[in-house]
């Protein structure tokens, strides 16, 4: 049971294409196949940075590519009804239980409002999902239409996540266009988000450093 079979399952991926949809309706930047082939890999390649086995590379990659379904249920409470959902999906296919458990664990504890990085894919897939803040996630261009949230996602023109060769930091570093939206809406909408990413960072055996334009802010 592979991260490839999870691309292409049929159902997951009718999942993943109506829960971003629904979030397209209710106002809410991309969270469609852009957004969790992005988070799948950036958790899987996080994983292989700090040796973790690949089986566990694995596991975070495919829980990046699925963590995302339970939006199609409700934005709220997405990551608990996606575990619930994955479970379903993950079973059907055959996984090993030791295995659903740790993915499903991570998609349920994903989101900042009640996620807590419990294992190290569960970390691994908090930051990779965080981190992904990019222009191209804002559906309209039209920048006299946008939010809070579409300004600071659009004035992001370069968003890295990297290991310094020490392997004692995990650094998110931007790029912000002040030109679209000011630093401080950024903290203002993601605060919550990145002490999440520090304790995942802990969670890890890291400490997480925020970067703007160079400026050290965590």
Known sequence: MTYEMILKDPAINTYITHADATLEVLGYTE????????????????????HYPQRTVELAK?????HDIGNVVNRSE????????AFRLLDRMGFDPEEIAVIVSAIGNHDEGTGVPVSAVAAALILADKSDVRRSRVRSKRTETFDIH?????????AQLYVNEDQTQVTLSLTVDTQFSP????FEIFMRRMNLCRQAAKALGLEFKLVINRQNML
């Open 150 to 158: 579409d300004r600071v996602n659009y004035s992001v023109t370069e």
């Open 31 to 50: 969270h469609s196949f852009a957004h969790v082939t992005r988070v799948a890999q950036t958790a899987g390649r996080l994983l292989e940075t700090l």
């Open 78 to 85: 997405h990551s608990q009804s996606g575990a619930v959902m």
């Open 62 to 66: 495919i829980a990046g590519y699925m």
């Open 183 to 186: 630093v401080m809406d950024y």
